[in-house]
């Protein structure tokens, strides 16, 4: 499961579908895979508008990855003026694209909820009690 996934996932019980603290799921006991992929300047900067900085920032934080800059980078400044990828391009490409969980859990900041990541697939399907 990518990183970037992370950022477009909420808890998936009813009762915290309006809480703020349901979003980002927090991974734990997570164990990380790198998978080399070729850069792609052009989707990092189309995706880059449409994720939420400080969940991002968040998940790095937690899983002990680069340390993101405060602030969302303008999509125009990740490449030089040569048109070479900048160094955060290429960390955002490394934490986005190329850094997945293969195990662990991710758990709800909300309700505590841990959804269970097995070969890279988390299950978020949920006992009846908890639908």
């Known amino acids: 499961m990518k990183l970037l996934t992370l950022n477009f996932l909420t808890c998936a019980r009813k009762s915290c579908k309006s809480s703020p ?3 980002p799921l927090h991974p734990q006991e997570a ?6 992929i070729d ?10 508008p449409r994720l939420e900085w400080e969940a991002v920032k968040t998940l790095a934080q ?10 969302t980078p ?18 955002l490409h490394s934490l986005l694209m ?15 909820h841990e959804y269970a990541v097995k070969e890279g697939i988390a299950n978020f399907l949920l006992p009846s009690h908890l639908v």
């Open 21 to 23: 603290a349901a979003f």
């Open 31 to 36: 164990e990380l895979e790198r998978i080399e």
């Open 39 to 48: 850069l792609n300047p052009p989707f990092i900067t189309n995706i880059l």
């Open 62 to 71: 937690e899983l002990g990855l680069p340390n993101l800059p405060d602030e």
């Open 74 to 91: 303008d999509p125009a400044t990740l490449l030089s003026d040569d048109g070479e990828p900048t160094q955060t391009l290429k960390d």
């Open 98 to 112: 190329e850094t997945g969980i293969e195990s662990g859990k991710l758990v709800c900041g909300n309700c505590g």
